[in-house]
């Protein structure tokens, strides 16, 4: 029914920037919100950034100001653009959706160097 496919995820030194894209296909009657989970080692998984249905994107403190979630409704795409990255920000990165059910992404590997 819905899926949602990730890329983008790599290696790159501490200060560069990263890309991940989850794009969408299925039927999709209603979306409350759709964002970003990430998960490292040890650790459970969290809230990167959640846009609503009201259009607010929030963010969690860790990542404010250096990560931007923005879409492409034409190709059915979220983008998470990654900046100022930090070894802190090593995870598996989740894409999100919740509908009438939730939905999530394969993941993908973000791995951030000193």
């Known amino acids: 029914q819905v899926q949602l496919v990730e890329s983008g995820g790599g290696l790159v030194q501490a200060g560069g920037s990263l890309r991940l894209s989850c794009a969408a296909s299925?039927?999709?009657?209603?979306?409350?919100?759709m964002g970003w989970y990430r998960q490292a080692p040890g650790k459970q998984r969290e809230l990167v950034a959640i846009?609503?249905?009201?259009?607010?994107?929030n963010y969690a403190d860790s990542v404010k100001g250096r990560f931007t979630v923005y879409r492409d409704n034409g190709k059915n795409t979220l983008y998470l653009q990654m900046n100022s990255l930090k070894p802190e920000d090593t995870a598996v990165y989740y894409c999100?959706?919740?509908?009438?059910?939730?939905?999530w992404g394969q993941g993908t590997q973000v791995t951030v160097s000193s």
């Open positions: 999100y959706l919740h509908s009438l059910y939730d939905y």
């Open positions: 299925g039927t999709i009657f209603r979306i409350n919100n």
């Open positions: 846009e609503t249905s009201g259009g607010r994107t």
